[in-house]
């Protein structure tokens, strides 16, 4: 079954940058597109950004845009988010999430995503 291990998580201050990786096992990687998403404390889960199986679609919650990138290297079974201009509103737990069955906007429905990280936090300090 596929496996994500998530990794990269930490406190970092305001205007800094981490870079989040998630490590894919179990089936074939690029069967698979990949989003992040993550909770706030006391918030819903959500959407972060996505990418299809070839890395050449990408996708983006309006309040990420220009300063997060997805990226994936099919030849390591790996997925990041490099986030950049981190900001306080940014803190959450972030989750890695694989699905084989994704087209359109179902790239950033979470209940379209059946696989799912064990999460890594993130911390902004202002």
């Known amino acids: 079954q596929v496996q994500l291990v998530e990794s990269g998580g930490g406190l970092v201050q305001a205007g800094g940058s981490l870079r989040l990786s998630c490590r894919f096992s179990g089936r074939t990687f690029t069967n698979y597109a990949m989003g992040w998403f993550r909770r706030a404390p006391g918030q819903e889960r959500e959407f972060v950004a996505a990418v299809n199986w070839r890395g050449d679609n990408t996708y983006y919650t309006d309040s990420v845009k220009g300063r997060f990138t997805i990226s994936r290297d099919n030849a390591d079974n790996t997925v990041y988010l490099q986030m950049n201009n981190l900001r306080p509103e940014d803190t959450a737990v972030y989750y890695c999430?694989?699905?084989?069955?994704?087209?359109?906007?179902?790239?950033?429905?979470?209940?379209?995503?059946?696989?799912w990280g064990q999460g890594t936090q993130v911390t902004v300090s202002s």
């Open positions: 999430a694989a699905d084989a069955w994704i087209q359109g906007t179902g790239y950033m429905e979470e209940d379209k995503y059946r696989h």
